[in-house]
């Protein structure tokens, strides 16, 4: 695995840290522990929210829900979408990374 992977892997991760309300700690403040799991988690929760937010406004517009306009329920499904082929990407890119750890010789 090149390093140009590794960055790039980095990178992203770094993004769904912020995308899950994590920051990156200051030099002066102790490092606290984050728990891998619990971040993944709360990312996870995160797109679970917006596709059940998505799916609330689908179920109101189909209704005739008059606070609910097209173009607002369309945006919502397209969050939705962009959430979901984000997180899909991400496992992609740690199976990839598993895969290539698991395949280098010692």
């Known amino acids: 695995m ?51 937010k998505s799916e609330a406004m689908q179920k109101a517009f189909v209704l005739g829900d008059d606070r609910v306009s097209l173009s607002d329920t369309m945006i919502e499904m397209q969050k ?6 984000t997180t899909v990407q991400i496992r992609n890119k740690f199976v990839q990374a598993y895969n290539d750890i698991m395949n280098m010789q010692i």
């Not at 790039?8 to 899950?20: P, T, W």
């Not at 939705?80 to 082929?85: S, V």
């Open 2 to 52: 090149n390093t140009s992977a590794v960055d790039s892997l980095l990178a992203q991760m770094r993004v769904a840290a912020a995308a899950a309300g994590l920051r990156e700690p200051s030099p002066a403040a102790q490092p606290s522990k984050v728990d891998f799991s619990s971040v993944l988690k709360s990312s996870l929760d995160g797109v679970a929210q917006v596709q059940a």
């Open 80 to 85: 939705a979408n962009i959430n979901f082929q």
